[in-house]
């Protein structure tokens, strides 16, 4: 499968601040790459397709100017949340789709609190 | 609208036996499904997928898929401590060799009791 990193794994901030969560794909090079959000106790929610070299592709009822997304490597994918909020606190995933009948391979995750 | 369900539990399993896990979903032209396990806190992790009508076998884990009805579930024998987690069914719609994102269920709560 293929190995998938998330940095940071955990971040604490204000509300009205920005934060840039990293997802690379440490040995496939990967030319889509998911973002999920996992709020307590419910299940993991698509939130974008990231595309290397063009616009992500966003779920109904994502904000697209909120959750910046952006996928200008083959390994690397960023997902910025713009004036976070408290009801932004959530766990944040990405997954790469592996080379076999698309599996996908999930990150380690991002925990973000806002404050 | 793609639906995926399962029944949330808890299902409670004693050490040894073999825990079966469901999980139906609504949309016919769903080709790809998986299962995966996330323990509290952790992101998920991918135990096994299934394509095509039947059972699919990797050690512990047998996967069974029926498009007819729907239907995929998850049986793990010999169940140990170790696999109590949530078991999380996901589907993705589109054929092999594409790539679209999953819709995932809530996840069944599994225990295995010692």
């Known amino acids: 499968g293929a190995v998938v990193s998330q940095h940071p794994s955990r971040v604490i901030c204000k509300s009205g601040t920005s934060v840039k969560i990293e997802c690379r794909s440490l040995d496939f090079q990967a030319t889509t790459m998911f973002w999920y959000r996992q709020f307590p106790k419910q299940s993991l929610m698509l939130m974008a397709t990231?595309?290397?070299?063009?616009?992500?592709?966003?779920e109904q009822g994502v904000e697209k100017d909120k959750f910046l997304i952006n996928h200008a490597s083959l390994t690397l994918s960023t997902l910025t949340v713009t004036s976070a909020h408290p009801e932004d606190s959530s766990f944040y995933i990405c997954?790469?789709?592996?080379?076999?009948?698309?599996?996908?391979?999930f990150g380690p995750g991002t925990r973000l609190t806002v404050l | 609208q793609k639906e995926v369900e399962q029944n949330s539990g808890p299902l409670s399993v004693p050490e040894g036996a073999i825990a079966s896990l469901n999980c139906t979903y609504s949309d016919r032209g769903s080709q790809s499904f998986f299962w995966y396990r996330q323990y509290s806190g952790k992101s998920p992790e991918l135990i096994m997928s299934i394509y095509s009508n039947g059972d699919k076998e990797d050690g512990r884990f047998t996967a069974q898929l029926n498009k007819a009805s729907q239907y995929v579930s998850l049986l793990i024998r010999d169940s140990q401590p170790s696999d109590s987690a949530t078991y999380l069914c996901?589907?993705?719609?589109?054929?092999?060799?594409?790539?679209?994102?999953?819709?995932f269920g809530k996840g069944t709560h599994l225990i295995i009791q010692p």
């Open positions: 990231s595309n290397e070299g063009s616009k992500a592709t966003y």
């Open positions: 996901a589907v993705n719609i589109s054929p092999g060799g594409g790539a679209d994102g999953l819709t």
């Open positions: 997954s790469v789709t592996g080379p076999i009948n698309n599996e996908q391979f």
